[in-house]
């Protein structure tokens, strides 16, 4: 995706705001790299990939100005839920004012959407959710459950295929699932997902032309 220097910044200032948490940061940089390893499987072409990785960068950008609540110890109450579930929006409205933006806007807004029209922000479901959008519904999800969190270690990768397998035709839309299944050695053999911090080399050069 040729990015205009308006559209260009708008990203930066995004994720420069983003590294006030350095969790939300590093797990949205490896989410736009296992996004891109799916897509290229899937088919989609440079610019479509390009839009779903820059989208899966920015998807949490509305956590920011709710840390607070997304941070919390324990468990949110169904107020707090709420407000962590409108992070869909918040980033979605600042996008869409960028005309250029619209694409990325709309994965934004759905990227919580599952498969069977249980998710959020409005519950649609299967293909009327936009494919960048359930791309980035399995990416999320991968690299959350091999993220070592303050409350638990990494889900061991058999677990993890399992989880994803399993929600295929659930949460998630099975052609996505699918195409992960070629993926899953090379991210096991060469992918530290769970040490964020230092992606490798490859996928950091291949992060900065989508970024350029
Ligand atoms: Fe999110």
């Known amino acids: 995706m040729e990015l205009s220097n308006i559209s260009k910044e708008v990203i930066e200032k995004l994720r420069r705001e983003m590294g006030k948490d350095s969790y939300i940061y590093n797990h949205s940089a490896r989410v736009a790299d296992i996004v891109c390893d799916i897509a290229e ?5 440079k610019e479509e990939i390009a839009t ?12 920011i100005p709710i840390l607070d609540t997304v941070n919390k110890n324990g468990k949110l109450t169904d107020i707090e839920w709420k407000l962590v579930q409108g992070h869909t929006k918040t980033g979605s409205d600042i996008l869409s004012q960028n005309p250029h933006l619209r694409e ?41 459950m091999r993220s070592k969190r303050p409350y638990r270690e990494p889900l061991p990768w058999k677990t993890c295929i399992k989880e ?29 997902l769970n040490q964020g911090d230092n992606p490798p080399k490859e996928q950091q050069k291949k992060r900065k032309e989508v970024e350029r």
């Open 41 to 45: 499987k899937f088919g989609l072409n």
């Open 52 to 63: 779903v990785q820059i989208a899966a960068l920015v998807c949490d950008y509305g956590m």
């Open 164 to 192: 994803v397998f399993g929600n295929s035709g659930v949460m998630y839309d099975p052609k996505v699932v699918k195409a992960t299944r070629s993926l899953w050695r090379g991210w096991k053999n060469k992918h530290e």
């Open 104 to 144: 990325v806007a709309k994965i934004v807004l759905h990227h919580h959407e599952r498969w069977d029209g249980n998710g959020y922000p409005n519950r649609i479901r299967e293909n009327e959710i936009p494919l960048g959008a359930r791309i980035i519904a399995v990416a999320d999800s991968i690299d959350a």
